[in-house]
């Protein structure tokens, strides 16, 4: 009963979007009021039709009704209760109805928090929105729906792919999706200012607040996807520039550049026909990236739940929004006013270099992720684009941005001083050129350029703090002078600061790992040391155990440390019991220095283990540098600026908006 | 400056950037770019030892021999050819016999294949779609429940 009540709230659902796609837009071309509002309350009602959509759908899951496909296909009684809640989710059609419902769920918070929104801009945001919405929705009914009954219920269900019964995997994907999904925002924001023909600095004030608030979750979604792979999937990896990975790091990639894009709108009016593309090409990597995931067209490591039939449907979404998008760009663009001057040499050109360099970075992702479709449609020969294309690709880029991300904050808006910025820098360049040296001598082995990197990170980092001590005198002022101007400086300030210093850290995490990392592959049999690292490791043998719903093989291992015994490590190959599933489960010894990574593999004929240690120096840096970002992210977010100051009441004319010239 | 020259230095600069981004993904997609060839494939067409290539196909039933440490050889099958493999390190979770497989490494010059990485797909009805397309092209009837998806475990 309960599940056809899911079913129904989510046809409603459709239809409250339907009006809510149609009725505010029409509103808006006629100048109808009464017309316009009527997006608020169905925006608010479609989140709560999903919002029961998906309660039922977890009531489905907690209580094991097994009468229901889906849950029957993906779930399993004996799951321990989180994993099936985050079941729910852990599966195409359920995570298509969270896709949706996170949808609404920003629609919602537009009509609930956007009372100072011109009105016809208003409207028409929602009714964008809503359109987005209608094409999920009918996607979810007629291809994917979770609400499904089987004719004769299974005893039991076929259980949740056990590398996915994980915790960190549990939060992964709604994280994700509220980062992916929540630039549908700027998406909508971009066609409604196409719609009016009109965009000025209060629209980047508005956009530039959802643009981060959804990069923050991308890039905190992203770390955990990325931390999720270290651990579970037994390699010690961080990143396999795999198609699905890459799928999360388009939007993110085009997602930073639109925030600094919108910063450049936001003070200086100046490139708003950009900033609108950006965010037009922003959300259509998303819908992209939900295709490449849920198509399954390209093989990956971590696609699950794929069918071909159903990526024609998203195809048609993808092209229709971006096409749809592209072509109003075309139509409209020339429309709107350019904005401000500046020259090269200015905190805007900084951003425009930014820009340049983080959407060529894009596009390289772009096409090694899609050059294997392509070729293969084209010639039939099937290839495979690896880490190697985009090692050589990708990096390049990054180092430019790099070394220029210090100077931007440094440079005065519309035209800066490049010799007393880099006379402010010289500080953090004879840090780095320190960390330089310092790595050079502390390191015995690994590629010549390795150094470069960390000191690069290092300049990041130096550079972002460099910003914060010039500006709160640090050095030139009294100690209470500089707590004084350190305390004003506003929140903005300093989300930038941690964000640019968690780059830094994420430069000489991803260096050091890279770079330096140990492997040792082995056969152990108990008794037998093997040297990682500082770390000498013992196996103490293995020894069957028994969980909720799998038996393992756990290894022991003492891991001592100049004679004494720091960490016990216990890692195990699992066998799930539905499905019938081997997962290789990993003991990490953490810390700061570096990781020790273990694995066990087959057990030999005469009683020895395969046995794989790393040690992974420095490699904690790179979720970190990530954290740092995401609370960075969160500080500018709560700065008053974005808050209050965002569309000034008096700018806010109901209606009648100023024509375009 | 004038208005004029400051937007050549932006179109400018632009340019410079996508140029060298071009070129950098030109030299990439030559130089890093790696085919993929079932056994029948490489019978007929003669794959150049010492190339970098995937071999995918599926585990032949029985041909899998653990040798001293961590050292491994089985061939990899497409039903019509077999290739042998030798590779040295762990085997994925999910590598079966008479499941999917892809080798990535070189062919030796007496036809063997040296493997450094070996992914593999699992379940009973599951094979990676490269290799489920070529054996559908060469005629060989698959499971009814072959579709792709699922997960890949990959080891290197």
Not at chain 1, 635 to 643: F, Q
Request: charged share 15%.
């Amino acid at each position: 009963m309960i599940v056809e009540f899911g079913h129904f709230a989510l046809i409603l659902a459709l239809l409250v979007a339907t009006v809510q796609m149609v009725v505010p837009a029409a509103g808006a071309r006629l100048r109808d009021s009464r017309m316009i509002a009527v997006g608020e309350p169905a925006a608010v009602s479609q989140l709560l039709l999903l919002l029961v959509a998906f309660l039922a759908l977890m009531h489905a899951y907690v209580t094991s009704d097994f009468s229901v496909a889906n849950v029957a296909a993906n779930s399993h009684s004996t799951k321990p209760l989180i994993y099936k809640i985050s079941g729910v989710w852990g599966n195409h059609e359920g995570s298509m109805l969270l896709w949706v419902l996170i949808l609404a769920l920003f629609g919602a918070a537009v009509a609930l928090f956007g009372d100072n929104l011109p009105a016809t801009l208003k409207g028409n945001v929602l009714a964008v929105q809503a359109s987005i919405s209608v094409a999920f929705l009918l996607f979810l009914l007629l291809t994917s729906n979770p609400f499904e009954r089987l004719p004769v219920p299974p005893s039991d269900g076929q259980g949740l792919n056990p590398i996915l019964q994980d915790p960190a995997l549990a939060f992964h994907p709604p994280f994700l999706y509220v980062g992916y999904v929540g630039f549908s925002i700027a998406f909508s924001f971009a066609i409604a200012a196409l719609i009016e023909g009109r965009i000025d600095a209060a629209w980047a004030r508005w956009v530039r607040p959802w643009t981060l608030a959804a990069w923050m979750f991308l890039t905190i979604g992203i770390a955990m996807g990325s931390w999720w792979a270290y651990y579970e999937l037994g390699w010690g990896g961080w990143w396999f520039w795999d198609p699905v990975e890459n799928a999360s790091f388009m939007p993110w990639l085009a997602g930073t550049a639109l925030l600094h894009s919108a910063l450049v709108m936001e003070k200086r009016e100046a490139l708003k026909v950009w900033t609108i593309l950006l965010a037009i090409l922003t959300f259509s990597l998303s819908l992209m990236g939900t295709f490449i995931v849920r198509s399954g067209v390209l093989t990956s490591v971590h696609s699950f739940a794929v069918d071909p039939a159903r990526g024609v449907f998203i195809l048609g979404i993808l092209v229709l929004f971006a096409g749809g998008g592209l072509l109003m760009f075309a139509l409209r663009a020339k429309e709107l006013r350019i904005g401000g001057v500046f020259s090269p040499i200015s905190r805007e050109g900084s951003l425009v270099l930014n820009n340049l360099l983080l959407v060529t970075a894009t596009v390289t992702v772009l096409v090694g992720t899609l050059y294997p479709l392509v070729l293969e449609g084209l010639t039939g020969d099937k290839i495979s684009v690896g880490p190697p294309f985009f090692n050589s690709t990708f990096v390049p880029l990054m180092i430019p941005l790099f070394l220029a991300l210090p100077f931007g904050p440094l440079l005065a808006w519309k035209r800066g001083d490049w010799l007393a910025a880099s006379q402010r820098m010289l500080a953090a360049a004879v840090v780095a050129l320190v960390a330089l040296v310092a790595s050079y001598a502390l390191t015995e082995r690994g590629p010549w350029l390795a150094p470069f990197a960390i000191a690069l990170g290092v300049y990041v980092m130096a550079g972002a703090l460099t910003d914060w001590a010039w500006r709160v005198k640090l050095g030139s002022a009294g100690s209470e002078e500089v707590w004084r101007r350190a305390r004003n400086l506003p929140r903005s300030a300093y989300g930038t600061l941690l964000s640019h210093f968690g780059v830094g850290l994420m430069v000489i995490g991803i260096t050091a790992t890279s770079a330096y990392r140990e492997e040792h592959i082995v056969v152990m049999k108990p008794g037998d040391h093997v040297a990682v690292g500082r770390y000498d490791v013992t196996f103490k043998g293995a020894a069957p155990g028994r969980g909720p719903n799998y038996r393992e093989d756990i290894a022991q291992f003492d891991v001592a440390r100049d004679g004494a015994i720091v960490s016990r490590l216990a890692p195990s190959k699992r066998l799930y019991d539905a499905p019938p599933q081997p997962t290789t489960e990993s003991g990490i010894h953490a810390t700061w220095r570096g990781d020790l990574y273990i694995v066990i593999g087959d057990e030999q004929k005469d009683g020895g283990y395969t046995v794989r240690a790393y040690f992974n120096p420095l490699v904690r840096f790179i979720w970190f540098g990530a954290l740092i970002m995401f609370i960075g992210g969160g500080l500018s977010l709560t700065d008053r600026r974005l808050r209050v100051g965002a569309p000034i009441k008096r700018r806010a004319s109901p209606v009648a908006p100023v024509p375009a010239e | 400056m004038t208005r004029k020259q400051k937007r050549g230095w932006l179109i400018g600069g632009g340019v410079a950037v996508l140029a060298a981004a071009a070129m950098l993904v030109m030299v990439a997609l030559r130089d890093s770019v790696v085919f993929f060839h079932t056994p029948s494939d490489i019978a007929e067409k003669g794959v150049p030892a010492g190339q970098r290539i995937r071999l995918g196909g599926l585990v032949g039933q029985g041909s899998v021999v653990r040798g001293e440490g961590t050292h491994i050889t089985f061939n990899v099958t497409d039903t019509l050819k077999d290739i042998r493999v030798t590779y040295d390190g762990v085997l994925p979770d999910l590598f079966r016999e008479g499941q999917g497989v892809i080798a990535e490494g070189m062919l030796t010059s007496n036809g063997e294949f040296t493997a450094d990485s070996v992914l593999a797909k699992h379940d009973a009805t599951y094979m990676p779609p490269e290799v489920a397309k070529s054996l559908e092209a060469r005629g060989v009837k698959l499971g009814s429940g072959a579709h792709p998806g699922e997960e890949t475990t990959k080891q290197e």
